[in-house]
């Protein structure tokens, strides 16, 4: 007997909120179709609403396949290209229909039918079906698939379906042109979060197979936007998909992406009107963002974390000891008040407080520089540690870190004060996440996450559990007692019991201390005023479909 859900039963109702200020302009300055009318002439009767959007960011992707990247500024463009099966409600973490209109559980929770929309093309003109579906999945799943191309892992799939000699899903089959059934190997708890995520969005098997390696700059998928150019570390061109399945949408007719590294020309780039929005705003621009009122303020809902992540591959960073005096040496506060102007909290665990399963009866690691000598003299070093550590810093702003060199800068101070000499490496920001991931150069990292998907299983076993090795532990900490706490959680159905399961797994990654986590933020975004339905998702991967000018 099959049970069927609503939508959303698994997910947490996120309770959302986009605060807007300073809304009534309706300039078009700098961007659309719509210049202004000379000075002294007669305005037109109607002016054309602008109809491109240009964003500021900090980054570039990575790569424009979802499916093969981690990075958020990968996955921001692919959001806009692909659909998932499912989708999240907008603004939320709540799950919806989305190329599956509907979906069926069997009793025991290793079934899945999904009933696909029909009538949905790809860009390239063919048609996305059940077949399309399971080519996507087994080419995921398939470490031989000859569609894996050379560089190619698929850390997603492996992340949130397992790993190869474990994988949840055992099989997917096309019942017929517009069903598709998943047969897994156990119950998972988050499945249906997990198939909503963009990394999961399906694309089009004939592009795939005519493009081969080329597709992960020359991505199709079923989309509100077809990608048009790709100008490596300067824009990405998207265009509306005039045959979009969501009637009326998108309502821009192009949307440009561009890479701004600095924070500060990003947001000068934005009160020249030469974008309309810009992602991470310096924390000490946030005054002069609000006393502007051609400009509005954009909150992303919270729900992030950033840590500095320990190599457990490099001594003297396998010692417990040696992790727990860093912790304590760290001023977590000082950070927060001298770097991002009051707009993020200290971390204690590395999932927000704001997610379901969150233990707050842990305490932190104090600040406290004799502790913190007092541990490391413990750990056999009493002067400090022999050797300087190579500490990896981010080269690009992101939600959960608008400039990583200055925060390293002032952990690298608070080092030295227990005697460890710090020196600070940033990378190109692709070299970066490569050499974090193969864990050879840097002892110690920085990094940070946005949930993907409103489980607390995406940051607990996506990022610290050992079968996210090679991946996104890139700590490679391994601790079993974890692992059994976590993969119980996933196969647990009841919500209450899979809380215990995660808060008793914070109490160890506590305990073992594989990072220091630093800071859950609330990033702000800045955009023109007469810009509309910009509503920003706290998953970081907003559609840009409802946004429209004014």
Known sequence: MRKKWLS????????????????????????????????????????????????????????LDPAIVTDGESLKIGHQVF????????????????????WEISADGLKYDFKLKSGVKFHDGTDFNAEAVVFNFNRWSDPASEYKFEGDSFDYYDSMFGPEDGRVIKEVKAIDETTVEFTLNQPQAPFLQNIAMTPFGI??????????????SEPVGTGPFVFKEWKRNDSITLEKNPNYWKEGLPKLNKVIVRSIPDNTARFNALQNGEIDIMEDLNPDDLSILEGNSELQKIERPPFNVSYIGFNFKKKPFDNVKVRQALNHAVNKQGIIDAFF??????????MPPTLWGYNDSIEDYA?????????????????????????????????????????AEAIQADFEKIGVTVNIE???????????????????????????????????????????????NRSFYVNEELHTLLTSAQKETDQD??????????????????????????????????????????????????????
């Not at 004939?206 to 992960?216: D, G, L, P, S, Y």
């Not at 050797?387 to 959960?400: I, L, Q, W």
């Not at 864990?439 to 990022?463: A, H, Q, R, S």
């Not at 986590?517 to 005023?529: E, F, Q």
């Open 203 to 216: 694309a089009s098997p004939t592009a795939i197979q005519e493009k081969k390696e080329n597709f992960k």
């Open 8 to 63: 959303g039963v698994m997910a947490m109702a996120m309770s959302t909120v986009l605060i807007l200020s300073g809304c009534s302009s309706t300039s078009n300055e700098g961007t659309g179709n719509s210049p202004a009318p000379a000075e002294g002439s007669e305005p037109p009767a109607e002016v054309a609403a602008q109809d491109t959007m240009i964003m500021g960011r900090g980054g570039d992707s990575v790569a």
């Open 426 to 472: 940033s990378p190109e920001w692709a070299t970066y996440l490569d050499d974090a991931k193969a864990g050879v150069k840097d002892d110690i990292y920085m990094l940070g996450w946005t949930g993907d998907n409103g489980d607390p299983d995406n940051f607990l076993y996506t990022l610290l559990d050992k079968d996210a090795i090679p991946g996104n």
């Open 83 to 102: 659909d998932s099966l499912l989708d999240y409600k907008e603004g939320g973490t709540e799950v919806v229909p989305g190329l599956a209109e509907s």
């Open 497 to 550: 019991k899979r809380a215990e399961f995660y808060k008793q797994a914070q109490v160890i990654i506590k305990e073992d201390a594989p990072w220091i986590p630093l800071v859950h933020t609330t990033p702000i975004l800045a955009g023109k005023a007469n810009l509309k339905d910009f509503v920003p998702s706290p998953l970081g991967t907003e559609s840009y479909a409802n946004a429209y000018f004014e």
């Open 341 to 350: 102007a009051g707009q993020a909290q200290a971390a204690v665990n590395p």
């Open 367 to 407: 600040y406290d520089l004799e502790k913190a000598k007092a541990l490391l003299a413990e750990a056999g070093y009493p002067d400090g540690l022999p050797d300087p550590v190579t500490f990896y810093a981010m080269p690009v702003s992101r939600p959960y870190m608008p400039d990583g060199k200055k925060v």
